[in-house]
């Protein structure tokens, strides 16, 4: 089993900055692909971000050039850097890996992440 535990969120003002990490532990022999989802009350679950092994990225059209991923894959972590964040990112923020050799999907617990106007 892999257990992945989040950090880093909180209550910021609109135009202000959080940074989500998110570690992974447990029965781990290599990740694949690390990243964030995150729902909205009354939303479905929805990408926000990955990174794959090599670095390679993805983002939902609605945060490139506002948040960053990346990941130390010496720490099995990954990490999102959430600058000038609005209302509308207000969610919960969960943590999600895929594992080798099996390509298993993890998700993590949710971390609330809320943007005052």
């Known amino acids: 089993q892999v257990q992945l535990v989040e950090s880093g969120g909180g209550l910021v003002q609109a135009g202000g900055s959080l940074r989500l990490s998110c570690a992974a532990s447990?029965?781990?022999?290599?990740?694949?692909?690390m990243g964030w989802y995150r729902q909205a009350p009354g939303n479905q679950r929805e990408l926000v971000a990955t990174?794959?092994?090599?670095?390679?990225?993805n983002y939902a059209d609605s945060v490139k050039g506002r948040f960053t991923i990346s990941r130390a894959n010496a720490k099995n972590t990954v990490y999102l850097q959430m600058n000038s964040l609005k209302p509308d990112d207000t969610a919960v923020y969960y943590c999600?890996?895929?594992?080798?050799?099996?390509?298993?999907?993890?998700w993590g617990q949710g971390t609330q992440v809320t943007v005052s106007s």
């Open positions: 999600w890996v895929i594992t080798r050799p099996y390509n298993s999907n993890y």
């Open positions: 447990g029965s781990i022999i290599s990740i694949n692909v």
């Open positions: 990174i794959a092994t090599g670095g390679t990225t």
